[in-house]
T-cell receptor, first 113, second 115 residues
Framework: QQQVKQSPQSLIVQKGGISIINCAYENTAFDYFPWYQQFPGKGPALLIAIRPDVSEKKEGRFTISFNKSAKQFSLHIMDSQPGDSATYFCAASKSGSWGKLQFGAGTQVVVTP | DTGVSQDPRHKITKRGQNVTFRCDPISEHNRLYWYRQTLGQGPEFLTYFQNEAQLEKSRLLSDRFSAERPKGSFSTLEIQRTEQGDSAMYLC?????????????FGEGSRLTVL
């Protein structure tokens, strides 16, 4: 079964707008939550990651919000740009096997000019 | 440093044939991972190595699949007696083993089509 559920499946946002992608997990042993960005024909690339000891992490225009009690985390892309058009995957893994990632199904983001 | 490289990038084969994919990780990385990605889905973990030791295999990895990393550098993933359900992108990633979580660096993948 899918251990990390991601929504929405796709979204369209205007340039300058905010893209929000949500993920939920069941396994409370997860303690590493990265987001990966994938362009067509390329492998995923790490965008930003968070550990559950903080509720928010910001890097440039990308912010992760983390709600441990709700077992949910989200990615906010501020001031979305056409170059941000890609598929975004949330993921989770456990301490001791952090590279064994459980990925969400992905969100295809299209930023219109 | 050219990143993680995978070969071939595309492979079309007939059902029942064997295929082999190669992955060359980033040179100083001692961990190497194989993932499988089907269309419209996130990558699924298959197996990983630390140096030459295969430390974990997913239940997704049937007996027809075998992976090796003989000298702790490059790795191969072989699929025997391919089935149409094996059609997917096979992604290799590498990382440094460290005390805490770090970044997986993915290659561009090897796309397999089984006819």
């Amino acid at each position: 079964q899918q251990q990390v559920k991601q929504s929405p499946q796709s979204l369209i946002v205007q340039k300058g707008g905010i893209s929000i992608i949500n993920c939920a997990y069941e396994n409370t042993a997860f303690d590493y939550f990265p987001w990966y960005q994938q362009f067509p024909g390329k492998g995923p690339a790490l965008l930003i990651a968070i550990r559950p000891d903080v509720s928010e992490k910001k890097e440039g225009r990308f912010t992760i919000s983390f709600n441990k009690s709700a077992k949910q985390f989200s990615l906010h892309i501020m001031d979305s740009q056409p170059g941000d058009s890609a598929t975004y995957f949330c993921a989770a893994s456990k301490s001791g096997s952090w590279g064994k990632l459980q990925f969400g199904a992905g969100t295809q983001v299209v930023v219109t000019p | 440093d050219t990143g993680v490289s995978q070969d071939p990038r595309h492979k079309i084969t007939k059902r029942g044939q064997n295929v082999t994919f190669r992955c060359d990780p980033i040179s100083e990385h001692n961990r190497l991972y194989w993932y499988r990605q089907t269309l419209g889905q996130g990558p699924e973990f298959l197996t990983y190595f630390q140096n030459e030791a295969q430390l974990e295999k997913s239940r997704l990895l049937s007996d027809r699949f075998s992976a090796e990393r003989p000298k702790g550098s490059f790795s191969t993933l072989e699929i025997q007696r391919t089935e149409q359900g094996d059609s997917a992108m096979y992604l290799c990633a590498s990382s440094l083993a460290s005390g805490g979580a770090g970044e997986l660096f993915f290659g561009e993948g090897s796309r397999l089509t089984v006819l």
